[in-house]
């Protein structure tokens, strides 16, 4: 097997008329990973919100408000982390798959917008493939704390990282073990 590699797209803009706050950041990441584990050990960690404060950078809690009810429809609470600053989040579960994907959308939170999917497919060689879309809007005070490009790059290592995490758990190794090598940085365009 060849080195693993993170195929990424990012995306960056500050929105005209489609944006919910005047001057808000528009952060989009789409990043792809092959993982030498089959789907339903990876949608094991992917699937089981609780997990992901484990594999993810910057995700300090996350769980449904009704304790092991994870559907479509189904109520969360994120708590993140990005540029030193810690940001709350009610959102919905828009996407319930098991063994196959799983997404959300904030309802609610210090985010002017915030949604996630991930979604595990097979790879044809026993292994998955994971997709992660990231789109998060964020409040206008941001970009007067940071450049576009220093929060563009916080988001972005952080996905990159947790791609990487989750392959490692997956893989069953420990966190770090398998390290970057093939690793594709992500593009800026926008």
Do not use: C
């Amino acid at each position: 097997m060849g080195p693993q590699r993170i195929g990424a797209n990012l995306n960056t803009r500050v929105p005209e008329t489609d944006s919910l706050l005047e001057n808000a950041l528009v952060v989009t990441l789409d990043k792809e990973i092959r993982i030498q584990a089959p789907p339903d050990r990876v949608f094991a960690w992917v699937g089981t919100l609780v997990r992901h404060p484990r594999w993810m950078p910057g995700t300090l809690a996350a769980y449904p408000t009704v304790p092991g009810d994870l559907r479509r429809g189904s109520r969360l609470h994120l708590t993140l982390e990005a540029l030193g600053l810690r940001f709350e989040s009610e959102a919905e579960t828009l996407l319930w798959e098991p063994g196959r994907a799983f997404g959300w959308r904030q309802r609610v939170g210090d985010l002017a917008r915030h949604e996630a999917r991930f979604e595990v497919t097979p790879d044809g060689s026993g292994g998955s493939r994971v997709r992660a879309r990231i789109d998060v809007e964020l409040p206008f005070v941001l970009p007067r704390l940071a450049t576009e490009a220093e929060i563009a790059a916080e988001l972005s290592g952080k996905l990159d990282r947790g791609l990487l995490n989750l392959r490692d758990l997956a893989e069953g190794r420990p966190i770090g073990a398998g390290g970057v090598a093939g690793l594709r940085w992500a593009r800026v365009s926008g």
